[in-house]
């Protein structure tokens, strides 16, 4: 609900994903009593749960989330805290990412969590991260994506070597970009050994992908960006050249909470919702939340100590910035 995708699309993809899924997976759909209507009986192994409200798109996140408290994208994420294992949603970004960090607490002192794609790049997959989830970052949060990033490649991509993380950036110069690009980089690079990743420096978006890195560290807004152009790009040559490489469907991870949450795109096809749902069930089974926050809690106090916690006021205050 809330999505470009149409309601059917995604029941049509979830019939397609359970007959993937072992016998033991229940799939919840939430929506409202009106949508459900429309919509065929479920089968034993998936169950409607009816909804009041729906955050729109154009809705403005922090004041959808408070407003609409019986609206499925904010029942959904409360529901991760208990019965849901994982929740996936094509709907509004901003609202997503608001409600996970209201409602789900983070882990190692991640103060705000991170929207996390993996992009294709010469030599493997990139984990860029944040690509939407929060359009400015302080350095600190900079620095804590470097740490999410290498957690996840380490965990997914079952790297035996170091990680290796770049900062996006305008040059590769130390004092390129924004004050606060520099003083990332400032801190990045003083971590030295102390941290469990080597940072390349600043990695300029043309070179990104013919470089060697395994984490590519922005804020939300130029990582959208990014990510989007590259989107645009590989549909370009896909049109045009044969044989073109793609940017592989299937959502963004919500890195840093308590608590599986998948974001697909607005117009997700049903091909990349069933790659969602198939995706969130081997991270479940791989423990992959348990094991990112075990490998942050043995790594990043050494480095990167955590900050005082903020106030409740700081909190919501902080929220406002979400896109």
């Known amino acids: 609900m809330g999505a470009d995708t149409a309601p059917a699309r995604i029941f049509d993809a979830t019939m397609r994903a359970e007959r993937e899924l072992p016998d033991n997976v229940r799939l919840v759909l939430f929506a409202t009593p009106a949508v459900i209507a429309t919509l065929p009986p479920p089968s034993s192994r998936t169950e409607y749960l009816p909804c009041d409200e729906v955050v729109e798109m154009h809705d403005i996140p922090l004041l959808a989330i408070r407003q609409k408290r019986r609206a499925t994208l904010v029942q959904g994420v409360k529901a991760v805290r208990g019965e849901l294992d994982a929740f996936i949603s094509c709907a509004n970004t901003g609202a997503l990412v608001a409600a996970a960090a209201l409602f789900l607490p983070t882990f190692c002192g991640i103060e705000r969590p991170a929207l996390l794609a993996e992009v294709p790049a010469e030599r493997g997959l990139i984990a860029v991260l944040d690509v939407g989830g929060m359009i400015r970052a302080s350095a600190r949060r900079l620095a ?178 979400s896109p």
């Open 144 to 321: 804590q994506f470097a740490f999410l990033g290498t957690a996840y490649q380490t965990m997914v991509g079952n790297q035996k070597k170091r990680v290796r993380v770049g900062l996006l950036n305008i040059g590769v110069e130390p004092m390129k970009g924004t004050e606060t690009l520099q003083e990332a980089h400032r801190m990045l690079y003083a971590m030295g050994n102390l941290a469990p990743f080597d940072f390349v420096g600043n990695i300029e978006p043309r070179d990104a992908f013919m470089s060697d890195i395994d984490v590519l560290v922005s804020d939300g807004f130029t990582g959208n960006v990014f990510v989007k152009t590259a989107e645009g790009v590989a549909a370009f040559l896909l049109k045009y050249v044969e044989q073109a490489p793609s940017l592989p469907e299937g959502g963004a991870e919500l890195v840093g909470v308590d608590g599986l949450v998948m974001k697909c795109h607005g117009s997700a096809s049903e091909a990349a919702i069933v790659h969602a749902i198939m995706r969130s069930h081997a991270r479940i089974a791989s423990r992959h939340v348990e094991r990112l926050k075990s490998f942050l809690k043995a790594v990043m106090p050494k480095a990167l100590p955590a900050a005082p916690e903020p106030s409740p006021e700081g909190r919501q205050s902080a929220l406002r910035t």
